[in-house]
C-alpha cells in the first residue's frame, strides 16, 4: 500500500487518476510491474498483453494477471476509482474523512467505505508489523 502512494502526486494527476477506472489500472499496473512481471504461479519474466486492459498473461503457463490482482483493489466490488480516492485519502489525506463523508463524496454506502477503509488499515498494520529481514526480502523479490 504504502509502495503505491509513495510518490507524490500532483493535483492535476490526482483528478485524472480519481476520474476513471482506465487511469487507475495503468497507474496501479506501472507501479505493480516497476521492476518487471513475474509470473505468481510459475514465476516466468515473458508475457503478453491479457485480454482486460493492464492485464498480462505469462506466456508459459498461460495464467492471466490483472493490474489489481494481489493488492487491495483486488476483487473490489465498486469502482476502483472510488476505491483509490479513499485509499490515497487514508494513506496521504491531509484530513481524517470519516466513512460518512467518503459514503457522501462517493455515492457509496457507508459500511461499504468502512469495510474498504478497515482493509486499508489492516494492510498498512501488517506492512509495519513486518521484520527488517522481510522487507529485504520482498523488496528482492519484486526487484
Known sequence: MGAIFNKELTEEQLSELFQSDEKCLEFLSEVKWEHGFIC?????????????????????????????????????????????????????????????EFARRLSLRQMTCWNFRTKIHQAINQMDSLTENEKLSIQKILK
Open 40 to 100: 505468481r504461479k510459475c514465476g516466468n519474466k515473458n508475457y503478453c498483453q491479457g485480454k482486460t486492459s493492464y492485464s498480462r498473461r505469462c506466456t508459459k503457463c498461460k495464467s492471466e494477471e490483472s493490474a489489481a490482482a494481489g493488492t487491495i483493489f483486488h476483487n473490489c466490488k465498486f469502482p476502483i476509482h472510488k476505491a483509490f480516492y479513499i485509499a490515497y485519502n487514508v494513506c496521504k489525506g491531509k484530513e481524517e474523512l470519516s466513512t460518512y
